[in-house]
Structure formats: C-alpha cells, structure tokens
C-alpha cells in the first residue's frame, strides 16, 4: 500500500514563498514519476510540476517560480513555491506514477488528500 502525506500549506500574502512537503511510503519510490497538481474552486485539477529519471517539467503559469525537487534517502517530493500570486490558491495535491510522467491526472496511480494554499493580494 503507498501513501502519499502532503504538508506544508498555508495563508501567505502575494510575494511569499511556501514549501510543500509529500512524504511517501513504500520502498519503491524511487522509480516512481512524482507530480504536483492543484484545483482551485470550480476549477479542474491542473498539472503544476514533475520529477521523473532527473528531469523536470512545469506548467507555464508556475516557470522560473516553482520548482520540483526529491529525496530519495527520505522519500519525499518537494515544491518549492516563490513569488506566489492570488491565482496560486488551490489545494494541492501530490501524484506519484509506476508507468510515467505526464500532465493528464489519469496517469497517476496514488493520490495525497492534499495542502491548502491561500495567497492573498
């Protein structure tokens, strides 16, 4: 059974940072994809970033803002969120992959319950 814990969430105002945390059980994880999504209010779930075999992949909205990273000895993804803006609110959500990387929220086998991030003006 893996789980995924995420943390990390918070109020901040525009221009703060935040970092996420998403702890996974499980001894296999390091040849998992990871992902980071989030879901505004009446919005869909979107894709923020990805860590797969050392590569990385982001959302424009969240380029040269946010950035992924993982520890293999802790078994925990990272997000890194700089600069955040109001449009940045959602909740959060860590994804992990036996098969691969990719954007579309379908890929992804394992699911965290997710981290509340509200950025105010």
């Known amino acids: 059974q893996v789980q995924l814990v995420e943390s990390g969430g918070g109020l901040v105002q525009a221009g703060d940072s935040l970092r996420l945390s998403c702890a996974v059980s499980g001894r296999t994880f390091s040849s998992y994809a990871m992902a980071w999504f989030r879901q505004a209010p009446g919005k869909e779930r979107e894709f923020v970033a990805a860590w797969s075999r050392g590569s990385t992949y982001y959302a424009d909205s969240v380029k040269g803002r946010f950035t992924i990273s993982r520890d293999n000895a802790k078994n925990t993804v990272y997000l890194q969120m700089n600069s955040l803006k109001p449009e940045d609110t959602a909740v959060y959500y860590c994804?992990?992959?036996?098969?691969?990387?990719?954007?579309?929220?379908?890929?992804?086998?394992?699911w965290g319950q997710g981290t509340q991030v509200t950025v105010s003006s």
């Open positions: 994804a992990a992959s036996r098969s691969r990387v990719s954007g579309w929220s379908s890929v992804y086998d394992y």
